[in-house]
């Protein structure tokens, strides 16, 4: 159980990592970002950057 819990706490330490890293992103890279992930279904890192442009009021 100790283990899980350890796994569990670093997989949403690097979940939250990954998304300040979206949100640090200037527009442009922004933007590129999204475009690479346009095109994949239920893509995370699409959602994100999409929530992140809605945020800025920026689409692509």
Same mark, same amino acid.
């Given at each position: 159980?100790?283990?899980?819990?350890?796994?569990?706490?670093?997989?949403?330490?690097?979940?939250?990592?990954?998304?300040?890293?979206?949100?640090?992103?200037?527009?442009?890279?922004?933007?590129?970002?999204?475009?690479?992930?346009?095109? /994949?279904?239920? #893509?995370?890192?699409?959602?994100?950057? /999409?929530?992140?442009?809605?945020?800025?009021?920026? #689409?692509?």
């Amino acid at each position: 159980m100790k283990r899980l819990a350890g796994q569990s706490e670093r997989i949403e330490s690097r979940l939250v990592a990954i998304e300040a890293s979206i949100v640090a992103l200037d527009n442009d890279d922004l933007l590129d970002l999204a475009d690479i992930f346009e095109g /994949k279904p239920d #893509s995370p890192i699409k959602d994100i950057a /999409k929530a992140e442009m809605a945020r800025r009021n920026i #689409s692509l």
